[in-house]
Nanobody, 124 residues
Framework: QVQLVESGGGLVQPGGSLRLSCAAS????????MGWFHQAPGKEREFVAA????????YYADSVKGRFTISRDNAKNTVYLQMNSLKPEDTAVYYC?????????????????WGQGTQVTVSS
């Protein structure tokens, strides 16, 4: 069992930056692939970024490549999403997710474990 708690969301102006954090419980965090997803009002939940269990590989949606960076610190049981050059269309609830399968995290919206989400609003 893995419990995930996101933090770091908020209101930011276009072009600004935010760093989201996701703290995980459990001693097996380092065995899980981790991902970030977002869901805008009236839209489906979408993949944003993923990272393998050891941080060796990262994956991004085309819409965030070059602007967002996913990273993890297994000693702190935490995964991060650094978001730069934010746009109004990035406005959404951002969710952290975990699964033993990297493929599930990066190619589906059905990872085994989810956080409660944190709101990101990009507006002037």
């Amino acid at each position: 069992q893995v419990q995930l708690v996101e933090s770091g969301g908020g209101l930011v102006q276009p072009g600004g930056s935010l760093r989201l954090s996701c703290a995980a419980s459990g001693r097996t965090f380092s065995t899980y692939a981790m991902g970030w997803f977002h869901q805008a009002p009236g839209k489906e939940r979408e993949f944003v970024a993923a990272i393998t269990w050891n941080g060796g590989s990262t994956y991004y949606a085309d819409s965030v490549k070059g602007r967002f960076t996913i990273s993890r610190d297994n000693a702190k049981n935490t995964v991060y999403l650094q978001m730069n050059s934010l746009k109004p269309e990035d406005t959404a609830v951002y969710y952290c997710a975990a699964d033993l399968s990297t493929t599930i995290v990066r190619r589906t919206t059905t990872p085994s474990y989810w956080g409660q989400g944190t709101q990101v609003t990009v507006s002037s």
